[in-house]
């Protein structure tokens, strides 16, 4: 048995040139984010990945009430965006960690959110085909969930060709409003996540927005329509030891 109540977060963060013009806004948003989620009942370990031509580990699996704010220092946009070798490293790299662990000291709960507001164009470590893979094998096996937030690329496209569901997709405008807004509601339906009786979770066959963070008619964030029944699985035992993983 995986340890209850025990939330591994990994964000997969953009910081390319494109973001430039929304740094203090991130920043500001992203910061709110982690208070709220410290305050979330429950433990969790934390891992954010920032990426522009390359990728930074910035924290690696740390707890999540150790973890400090982004400032201009860590977070710092310029640059392309190299997404595909983000999150391929990243998911590796937790899947290596938590191979590691007893199993009665994993998480119950893995989930990936992916932060974008541009399309892949600088990776080569990995091909969107093996990005792919690593996600369903983690996804299908392991129950982990991986959630795809794009602005200015079509995020339903754009997060199927990775292998997440149209269920874990949304946009947001890249705004200084649209940016609050997708945190603020990211945050919310995080919370809800982390709080779902996993067992419950599972059966109610919901997905990752499913909670009050993102309406339909959101100004600023728009889920998106699934055309099938892309539902979250549940959460269940965590031991990446096969393909998905290093």
């Not at 339909?216 to 329509?225: A, G, I, W, Y």
Request: hydrophobic share 30%; aromatic share 8%; glycine share 10%.
């Amino acid at each position: 048995m995986t340890k209850a109540n025990f939330t591994s977060i990994n964000v997969v963060l953009d910081k390319s040139g494109s973001m430039g013009s929304l740094t203090q806004d991130t920043i500001g948003s992203f910061n709110q984010f982690l208070s709220e989620q410290k305050d979330v009942p429950g433990e969790a370990a934390f891992t954010l990945c920032t990426f522009d031509d390359d990728y930074r580990l910035v924290h690696d699996f740390v707890k999540l009430g150790t973890v400090p704010e982004l400032n201009t220092k860590s977070y710092r946009p310029g640059g392309n965006t190299a997404l595909l070798d983000a999150l391929g490293s990243t998911i590796d790299t937790v899947g290596a960690k938590l191979a590691g662990m007893p199993e009665d000291e994993r998480p119950e709960k893995v989930i990936f959110l992916v932060i974008t507001d541009g399309e892949e164009n600088s990776s080569h470590r990995f091909t969107i085909d093996q990005i792919k893979s690593k996600v369903e094998h983690q996804r299908d096996v392991y129950k982990w969930e991986f959630v795809f937030i794009g602005a200015n690329i079509d995020a339903f496209h754009e997060g199927q060709s990775l292998g997440i569901s149209a269920a874990n997709s949304v946009s947001y405008n890249a705004t200084k409003g649209g940016t609050h807004q997708l945190y603020g509601s990211v945050s919310s339906n995080l919370r809800s996540y982390r709080l779902a009786d996993a067992a419950q979770y599972a059966a109610s066959g919901s997905n990752f927005f499913n909670g009050t963070g993102v309406t339909p008619t959101s100004q600023n964030v728009t889920p998106t329509t699934p055309t099938v029944d892309n539902t979250i699985p549940g959460v269940g035992p965590t031991d990446p030891t096969t393909d998905g993983t290093k």
